[in-house]
């Protein structure tokens, strides 16, 4: 990992580009029900909301280990999301 800034900045881009495809699906199937798609867009906002409080703790015994952990998280909160959005 480059910097803490990079990370707060992918999380940026991935969610939002993960937000967005959920947009993108409700204008392609008008007819179908969104709910599926804004509880998905509602799980990445928790999920960007948690991960940047993540980011900025002060508090943390070792700096490495914790920003690393937060970046495999934050993979495996990407993934989970755009596997939801695959399944609609």
Same mark, same amino acid.
């Given at each position: 990992?480059? &910097?803490?800034?990079?990370? =707060?900045? !992918? $999380?940026? /881009?991935?969610?939002?580009? $993960?937000?967005?495809?959920? /947009? ?8 179908? !029900?969104?709910?599926?798609?804004? +509880? ?6 928790? &999920?960007? !909301? &948690?991960?940047? +409080?993540?980011?900025?703790? =002060?508090?943390?015994? !070792?700096?490495?280990?914790? /920003?690393?952990? $937060?970046? =495999? @998280?934050? @993979? ?10 695959? &399944?609609?």
């Amino acid at each position: 990992m480059a &910097s803490v800034k990079n990370l =707060k900045k !992918d $999380i940026n /881009y991935v969610l939002g580009d $993960i937000i967005e495809e959920c /947009y993108v699906w409700e204008l392609l199937n008008p007819k179908a !029900d969104n709910k599926k798609a804004e +509880a998905i867009i509602d799980e990445a906002i928790a &999920s960007f !909301d &948690s991960l940047i +409080a993540k980011v900025n703790a =002060k508090k943390v015994e !070792d700096n490495k280990a914790h /920003y690393k952990a $937060i970046n =495999k @998280e934050f @993979e495996e909160t990407a993934n989970a999301l755009l596997t939801k959005i695959n &399944s609609l």
